[in-house]
């Protein structure tokens, strides 16, 4: 293993299997004795197990062909996979460069839109200032001209009432102005 003496790997046991002469903190001495296997005198369980030896299919070789098999499935899934995933970037990309350009469009017709209704917004304002200060003007000449064209203190049977009165009136005017002892 090319450990030397000394070379603690982890473990008490680990130890004892790189360095033969290791000896454990609570004094156990491995001293380099491993289980090599079977042993006289021991149980064992059935018939000796003699492994696959079938060199074709278990052998080194044919190890190497099942992982050259397995890393040339797994090269080609990975290829597969990353096309795909390519393919679903590029037409993810495709789409929202789309949809960028959609929601800028957007963004510069509602910006001239807003722009004009302010400027709307601006004009009505002024008219409706102008508007307001006519009205005004016209409510004070209104109110000027009311008293002059409408006799607000007097009915409908006052004012019948002061014309009779005043026909009255002007009829004995008209009577004095023709005697003739007028002089």
């Known amino acids: 293993w090319g450990l030397k003496a000394g070379i603690k790997m982890g473990t008490e046991e680990w130890d004892a299997l790189a360095n033969p002469d290791f000896k454990g903190t609570e004094g156990n001495n491995y001293g380099g004795a491993l289980d090599s296997g079977h042993k006289e005198g021991m149980q064992t369980f059935g018939e000796t197990e003699q ?9 080194v070789l044919g190890l190497l ?4 098999s397995d890393f040339a499935n797994l090269q080609a899934d990975t290829k ?3 096309a795909a995933a390519a393919d679903s970037f590029d037409s993810f990309m495709v ?3 789309q949809n960028k350009a959609v929601k800028e469009e957007k963004i510069e017709l509602n910006t001239a839109d807003r ?3 302010e400027a709307k917004l601006q004009q009505d304002t002024a008219d409706l200032k ?7 003007a016209a409510d004070r000449v209104y109110e000027k001209l009311v008293p002059q064209c409408i006799d607000q203190g007097m009915t409908w049977e006052e004012r019948v009432a002061a014309q009779k009165a005043e026909i009255g009136s002007l009829k004995e005017a008209l009577k004095i102005l023709d005697q003739p002892n007028i002089a």
């Open 95 to 97: 789409e929202s460069k």
């Open 51 to 59: 492994g696959q030896q079938d060199a074709a299919r278990y052998g």
């Open 65 to 68: 062909e099942i992982i050259l």
């Open 130 to 136: 102008a508007t307001q200060d006519e009205l005004l």
């Open 80 to 82: 597969a996979s990353e």
């Open 115 to 117: 722009a004009a209704a």
